[in-house]
């Protein structure tokens, strides 16, 4: 079980005791990165230009499957201005392929940056052309000449398995990719005690992703007298990347230097470019001049990062009749798409959550993920855990549904309570603190529980049906990457880390690096609220330098932005090293004034005699000295007012035989309130009233937060009402672009109220949680209100995550449709 | 020999104004104006976001009408006066609008924002006093994906308030 982690520094009980109340952690500061961004001087990774560089385009598959029998540049290659070509065949020789997470039968998988042989997906990359424009090498891309012999398409999961079935990986044997039973407590007992078994034959979380508005690129440079390639990109994970890309590259890490500074959105989408930073980094060698990738709106569509799609079939619901909840079955089926680029690692991240809010305490999942013949899935905002959370959450409404209970008071009954915490989940994992309930009345309160009945005569006078619906889950952060042996015993990963350099520079600059590759969570601003509590100074004097750069030497093996941790593990770092920094600023003050370090402190931007002002050396003058005017300092002092803090959460490696540990060190806590009106002759709707109430723990800067919990909720709303990847049974996306993909516009917003509360995590250095990714809550709050207004129009169960207005007008048309999903059984 | 980009898309000279300074420049007839502003004249500030017309992040206003730049051709743009993100204030000042989606937390990864911020500009000079309903509409044609819209709603009533915007 994790503790609080303490900071070793050389004086930390008087900065931590003595310094004067924090003005700065708690504070709406203004954010540092906006006025670059509100003048447009930014620099997002599309404006970084080189002389001479190339654009890539890449030639892509029309074929969901197939295998490739020829490949012909040539007549790309002969026009002027374009540079060059590169093939999988090129691919191949020149790497290896990428490091699979799986054991067999996806372990075997042959992945390689461009497709060899075979396509797998609509969209995947098979040649890649380089010109002197961009619009040349699109047009040159016409020119080169595949030839494809069709192959029979996997575009349901639920084929995968069947005998028939064309297989997608011959290496693999199989399209299973991984599986695994997850069984904990005593199932046969808790079914054996329950007075009623709810049982669901299928339910459906669909495929969407954040669709960030800048699409993935890099700009590639190659020195050919280092062998070193600077990789300037809008990679969120360049830590992921770098492990993926060296092996594979056959280069040592200090060949890859990466680059970010402005990133125009992420939400994990932008974690698995890898293959298309291989493709620029060969291309840059091959071709001797710098090249330019930007991805195309409908590339990225067709090929990025789609979010996991997730099949639970024969579900059974333990119920007693008050309505406690003893545990569930259930067998999940993951949609992995084409390639393993994050999975199955991502794919059973659920595991943080197992028990989502609740109770129960006997659980088994039977999980399998499958390759299909789509865009591979990779971290989406809430990845994983939204799935099975969405489940969770649908279990609840479904079980009260069908027992004619309120979903209100299941929910109070059954969610773990606030003097349980710290919790530990069935599978080890511990919940750091919470009030569910407490939020939830939050919650209520804003929605106008008490006046929903007249709201729903008022709309049934109007000809609506209204109903509202309770979205909880959860936003486990800082995750112990132990939990990958779960999958792969062989894996030499666990824990994690992040890194923040601080100093004090010669004219009193104090200067802050991080590890991380923020794309819109206000890092520079948040890391300076820290360093200047702690220095006692002014935010406007820390200067925080905007992006990543692998030279600065603050990164660390899991450095990046992404699994909602930078309030632990980003600022436990910061802090961790301005806490070395004003330690030292103390000791050299204790030579210089001539006092103990007992007797000094902070404030004002000097070090100074506690109760004697007048006796202040300021933090220009420390920085002066100690980088400029050293002579006749002592010898020992050990002074370099440059401190590099490595932050590393306490995990313990998971009991791999019983998936049984503690997998993430926070947990934030959402819920949400959403209140439809649907036409019943159309089944179109309209979220008319939202709720979001949040925990993160102490929040350093509210205003960012809240932030935060408005773009989650919008992206919710998003994916519960319209974002879906549709493909056809032929492998085709039927929404590769923002036409087809419906993403919340100005006019689809709902009226929004935003609540809190905050319940310290004891387990971080600020009393922080990771936060970001709660937004789910949207998806399962909608679902839930859908269902309820659909109560009296025959009682359909929403079965799947995603309900555009033509699977309302189907579910009330024909609500014995999804009736025959569920069934109870008494005992 | 197969065509190439010089027989394919012959290049035109034209004469652009952007934020005040005339800029003369060859540039093919296929080239999106927003690629010849970003590329060509490396004002960096309008972004793409989408291949469609539906993002709204390369949004400019061209002779006083908001338009979004990757939906003209550069040459369309020949003798036309154009104004980007770069140019709505003065020196390094803000605007007042621009000031208002700081304050309200308006932008987060800021890649939307420019676009943003000429589709008010325009909304605020032909409507100083817009509802909440004409904000909306009015940037109906921008995509967010990180904020939910809210904060840019209120940071736009900000800034019409007591006019001068």
């Given at each position: 079980?994790?503790?609080?982690?303490?900071?070793?520094?050389?004086?930390?009980?008087?900065?931590?005791?003595?310094?004067?109340?924090?003005?700065?952690?708690?504070?709406?500061?203004?954010?540092?990165?906006?006025?670059?961004?509100?003048?447009?001087?930014?620099?997002?990774?599309d404006?970084?230009?080189?002389?001479?560089m190339g654009f890539v385009h890449f030639v892509r598959s029309p074929f969901a499957?197939a295998?490739i029998t020829s490949i012909d540049v040539s007549k790309a290659e002969e026009i002027g201005g374009v540079y060059g070509t590169l093939t999988g065949e090129e691919v191949?020789?020149?790497?290896?392929?990428?490091?699979?997470?799986?054991?067999?039968?996806?372990?075997?998988?042959?992945?390689y940056a461009l497709a060899l042989?075979k396509v797998r997906f609509v969209g995947e990359p098979v040649v890649a052309v380089v010109a002197e424009t961009r619009e040349l090498a699109r047009d040159a891309s016409e020119l080169v000449e595949v030839e494809y012999?069709?192959?029979?398409?996997?575009?349901?999961?639920?084929?995968?398995?069947?005998?028939?079935?064309?297989?997608?990986?011959?290496?693999?044997?199989?399209?299973?990719?991984?599986?695994?039973?997850?069984?904990?407590?005593?199932?046969?007992?808790?079914?054996?005690?329950?007075?009623?078994?709810?049982?669901?034959?299928?339910?459906?979380?669909?495929?969407?992703?954040?669709?960030?508005?800048?699409c993935d690129g890099a700009l590639v440079?190659?020195?050919?007298?280092?062998?070193?390639?600077?990789?300037?990109?809008?990679?969120?994970?360049?830590?992921?990347?770098?492990?993926?890309?060296?092996?594979?590259?056959?280069?040592?890490?200090?060949?890859?230097?990466?680059?970010?500074?402005?990133?125009?959105?992420?939400?994990?989408?932008?974690?698995?470019s890898?293959p298309q930073l291989v493709v620029c980094c060969l291309l840059a060698?091959k071709l001797?001049r710098p090249i330019q990738w930007t991805e195309w709106r409908t590339d990225f569509h067709l090929s990025m990062?789609?979010?996991?799609?997730?099949?639970?079939?024969?579900?059974?619901?333990?119920?007693?009749?008050?309505?406690?909840?003893?545990?569930?079955?259930?067998?999940?089926?993951?949609?992995?798409?084409?390639?393993?680029?994050?999975?199955?690692?991502?794919?059973?991240?659920?595991?943080?959550?197992?028990?989502?809010?609740?109770?129960?305490?006997?659980?088994?999942?039977?999980?399998?993920?499958?390759?299909?013949?789509?865009a591979?899935?990779?971290?989406?905002?809430?990845?994983?855990?939204?799935?099975?959370?969405?489940?969770?959450?649908?279990?609840?409404?479904?079980?009260?549904?069908?027992?004619?209970?309120?979903?209100?008071?299941?929910?109070?009954?059954?969610?773990?309570?606030?003097?349980?915490?710290?919790?530990?989940?069935?599978?080890?994992?511990?919940?750091?603190?919470?009030?569910?309930?407490?939020?939830?009345?939050?919650?209520?309160?804003?929605?106008?529980?008490?006046?929903?009945?007249?709201?729903?005569?008022?709309?049934?006078?109007?000809?609506?049906?209204?109903?509202?619906?309770?979205?909880?889950?959860?936003?486990?952060?800082?995750?112990?990457?132990?939990?990958?042996?779960?999958?792969?015993?062989?894996?030499?990963?666990?824990?994690?880390?992040?890194?923040?350099?601080?100093?004090?520079?010669?004219?009193?600059?104090?200067?802050?690096?991080?590890?991380?590759?923020?794309?819109?969570?206000?890092?520079?601003?948040?890391?300076?609220?820290?360093?200047?509590?702690?220095?006692?100074?002014?935010?406007?004097?820390?200067?925080?330098?905007?992006?990543?750069?692998?030279?600065?030497?603050?990164?660390?093996?899991?450095?990046?932005?992404?699994?909602?941790?930078?309030?632990?593990?980003?600022?436990?770092?910061?802090?961790?090293?301005?806490?070395?920094?004003?330690?030292?600023?103390?000791?050299?003050?204790?030579?210089?004034?001539?006092?103990?370090?007992?007797?000094?402190?902070?404030?004002?931007?000097?070090?100074?005699?506690?109760?004697?002002?007048?006796?202040?050396?300021?933090?220009?003058?420390?920085?002066?000295?100690?980088?400029?005017?050293?002579?006749?300092?002592?010898?020992?002092?050990?002074?370099?007012?440059?401190?590099?803090?490595?932050?590393?959460?306490?995990?313990?490696?998971?009991?791999?035989?019983?998936?049984?540990?503690?997998?993430?060190?926070?947990?934030?806590?959402?819920?949400?309130?959403?209140?439809?009106?649907?036409?019943?002759?159309?089944?179109?709707?309209?979220?008319?009233?939202?709720?979001?109430?949040?925990?993160?723990?102490?929040?350093?800067?509210?205003?960012?937060?809240?932030?935060?919990?408005?773009?989650?909720?919008?992206?919710?709303?998003?994916?519960?009402?319209?974002?879906?990847?549709?493909?056809?049974?032929?492998?085709n996306l039927?929404?590769p672009n923002?036409?087809?993909?419906?993403?919340?516009?100005?006019?689809?917003?709902?009226?929004?109220?935003?609540?809190?509360?905050?319940?310290?995590?004891?387990?971080?250095?600020?009393?922080?949680?990771?936060?970001?990714?709660?937004?789910?809550?949207?998806?399962?709050?909608?679902?839930?209100?859908?269902?309820?207004?659909?109560?009296?129009?025959?009682?359909?169960?929403?079965?799947?995550?995603?309900?555009?207005?033509?699977?309302?007008?189907?579910?009330?048309?024909?609500?014995?449709?999804?009736?025959?999903?569920?069934?109870?059984?008494?005992? | 020999m197969e065509p190439t980009a010089a027989t394919v898309s012959?290049?035109?000279?034209?004469?652009?104004?952007?934020?005040?300074?005339?800029?003369?420049?060859?540039?093919e007839?296929r080239k999106l104006?927003?690629h010849?502003?970003?590329d060509?004249?490396?004002?960096?500030?309008?972004?793409i976001?989408c291949d469609t017309?539906?993002?709204?992040?390369?949004?400019?206003?061209?002779?006083?009408?908001?338009?979004?730049?990757c939906?003209?051709?550069?040459?369309?743009?020949?003798?036309?006066?154009?104004?980007?993100?770069?140019?709505?204030?003065?020196?390094?000042?803000?605007?007042?609008?621009?000031?208002?989606?700081?304050?309200?937390?308006?932008?987060?990864?800021?890649?939307?924002?420019?676009?943003?911020?000429?589709?008010?500009?325009?909304?605020?000079?032909?409507?100083?006093?817009?509802?909440?309903?004409?904000?909306?509409?009015?940037?109906?044609?921008?995509?967010?994906?990180?904020?939910?819209?809210?904060?840019?709603?209120?940071?736009?009533?900000?800034?019409?308030?007591?006019?001068?915007?």
């Amino acid at each position: 079980m994790s503790t609080t982690t303490t900071t070793p520094t050389i004086a930390p009980d008087v900065v931590e005791t003595e310094a004067p109340a924090k003005q700065w952690s708690g504070q709406n500061v203004p954010r540092k990165e906006d006025k670059r961004l509100v003048q447009g001087q930014g620099v997002f990774v599309d404006d970084v230009k080189r002389h001479g560089m190339g654009f890539v385009h890449f030639v892509r598959s029309p074929f969901a499957h197939a295998h490739i029998t020829s490949i012909d540049v040539s007549k790309a290659e002969e026009i002027g201005g374009v540079y060059g070509t590169l093939t999988g065949e090129e691919v191949a020789s020149l790497t290896d392929p990428f490091f699979q997470l799986s054991t067999p039968p996806g372990a075997h998988l042959e992945d390689y940056a461009l497709a060899l042989g075979k396509v797998r997906f609509v969209g995947e990359p098979v040649v890649a052309v380089v010109a002197e424009t961009r619009e040349l090498a699109r047009d040159a891309s016409e020119l080169v000449e595949v030839e494809y012999e069709p192959l029979d398409p996997i575009s349901d999961a639920r084929r995968a398995q069947d005998g028939q079935a064309p297989i997608l990986h011959e290496a693999a044997g199989s399209n299973v990719m991984w599986e695994g039973v997850y069984e904990w407590g005593d199932l046969d007992a808790a079914f054996a005690e329950a007075d009623r078994i709810v049982k669901i034959k299928e339910l459906h979380f669909h495929r969407f992703n954040s669709t960030p508005l800048e699409c993935d690129g890099a700009l590639v440079e190659y020195n050919r007298g280092t062998a070193q390639w600077t990789i300037h990109t809008n990679n969120q994970f360049p830590g992921f990347a770098a492990i993926m890309m060296g092996p594979a590259m056959r280069c040592g890490l200090d060949k890859l230097r990466f680059v970010t500074q402005d990133i125009g959105g992420g939400f994990g989408n932008k974690i698995t470019s890898h293959p298309q930073l291989v493709v620029c980094c060969l291309l840059a060698r091959k071709l001797r001049r710098p090249i330019q990738w930007t991805e195309w709106r409908t590339d990225f569509h067709l090929s990025m990062s789609h979010g996991n799609e997730r099949w639970f079939h024969d579900t059974e619901v333990a119920v007693k009749a008050d309505g406690t909840l003893l545990g569930f079955r259930t067998k999940a089926l993951d949609d992995a798409g084409a390639w393993l680029r994050y999975e199955p690692l991502g794919g059973v991240i659920w595991a943080q959550v197992t028990p989502g809010m609740y109770r129960w305490r006997h659980i088994r999942l039977d999980f399998t993920q499958v390759a299909t013949n789509k865009a591979p899935v990779s971290p989406n905002r809430g990845y994983s855990r939204m799935q099975h959370l969405w489940f969770t959450e649908r279990v609840i409404d479904i079980v009260a549904h069908e027992l004619d209970l309120d979903p209100v008071e299941v929910r109070k009954r059954n969610y773990i309570r606030a003097d349980e915490m710290p919790y530990e989940t069935p599978n080890g994992c511990v919940y750091d603190s919470g009030d569910y309930a407490k939020m939830l009345d939050v919650a209520l309160d804003l929605i106008g529980w008490s006046g929903i009945d007249e709201r729903r005569r008022d709309a049934e006078a109007r000809g609506k049906l209204l109903g509202v619906g309770i979205g909880s889950t959860l936003d486990s952060g800082t995750n112990n990457f132990g939990q990958s042996r779960m999958i792969n015993p062989e894996l030499q990963f666990s824990g994690n880390n992040e890194v923040a350099t601080v100093k004090l520079d010669i004219f009193g600059e104090i200067v802050v690096t991080l590890g991380t590759t923020p794309q819109g969570q206000g890092h520079e601003t948040t890391a300076a609220q820290v360093v200047a509590d702690i220095l006692s100074c002014s935010v406007d004097d820390v200067h925080v330098r905007a992006g990543h750069d692998s030279y600065w030497n603050s990164h660390a093996g899991f450095s990046g932005t992404y699994a909602s941790q930078f309030a632990v593990t980003g600022l436990g770092a910061v802090k961790g090293a301005t806490d070395l920094l004003a330690g030292e600023i103390k000791k050299l003050g204790s030579v210089i004034l001539g006092a103990p370090e007992e007797a000094l402190e902070l404030a004002e931007g000097t070090v100074r005699i506690k109760g004697t002002p007048e006796a202040a050396l300021p933090f220009m003058a420390c920085g002066a000295i100690i980088n400029a005017n050293n002579a006749g300092l002592p010898e020992d002092l050990g002074v370099t007012l440059n401190c590099r803090y490595v932050y590393r959460p306490q995990f313990e490696v998971p009991d791999v035989e019983r998936k049984f540990g503690n997998l993430t060190l926070t947990y934030a806590a959402q819920v949400h309130a959403a209140v439809v009106e649907i036409d019943p002759e159309t089944g179109a709707y309209d979220v008319v009233d939202y709720v979001a109430v949040d925990d993160c723990g102490k929040r350093i800067n509210p205003q960012i937060v809240e932030g935060q919990v408005m773009g989650a909720t919008a992206q919710a709303l998003g994916a519960a009402t319209h974002e879906q990847f549709v493909y056809d049974e032929d492998g085709n996306l039927l929404t590769p672009n923002f036409y087809d993909y419906h993403v919340p516009h100005a006019l689809d917003m709902p009226p929004l109220q935003t609540g809190y509360i905050e319940s310290a995590s004891p387990f971080t250095p600020l009393g922080t949680k990771g936060m970001g990714e709660g937004g789910g809550a949207g998806i399962h709050a909608v679902c839930a209100a859908i269902q309820d207004a659909l109560r009296s129009r025959g009682g359909a169960i929403v079965w799947d995550s995603c309900n555009p207005y033509h699977r309302v007008w189907e579910m009330l048309e024909h609500p014995e449709r999804t009736r025959e999903l569920v069934e109870v059984v008494e005992r | 020999m197969e065509p190439t980009a010089a027989t394919v898309s012959p290049a035109r000279q034209i004469t652009v104004t952007i934020n005040g300074t005339t800029y003369e420049r060859e540039v093919e007839a296929r080239k999106l104006l927003i690629h010849f502003i970003r590329d060509d004249l490396d004002l960096t500030g309008s972004h793409i976001g989408c291949d469609t017309g539906n993002c709204g992040a390369c949004s400019v206003i061209v002779d006083g009408t908001l338009l979004k730049s990757c939906m003209l051709l550069a040459v369309q743009a020949d003798g036309a006066s154009i104004e980007t993100v770069e140019g709505i204030a003065d020196d390094d000042e803000l605007t007042k609008l621009q000031q208002s989606f700081s304050d309200r937390h308006a932008l987060q990864c800021g890649y939307c924002t420019p676009g943003m911020l000429m589709s008010a500009t325009a909304l605020l000079r032909a409507n100083p006093q817009p509802t909440e309903e004409e904000i909306r509409k009015a940037l109906q044609g921008n995509i967010c994906r990180c904020t939910g819209y809210w904060n840019i709603f209120e940071a736009v009533k900000d800034a019409a308030d007591g006019a001068g915007a």
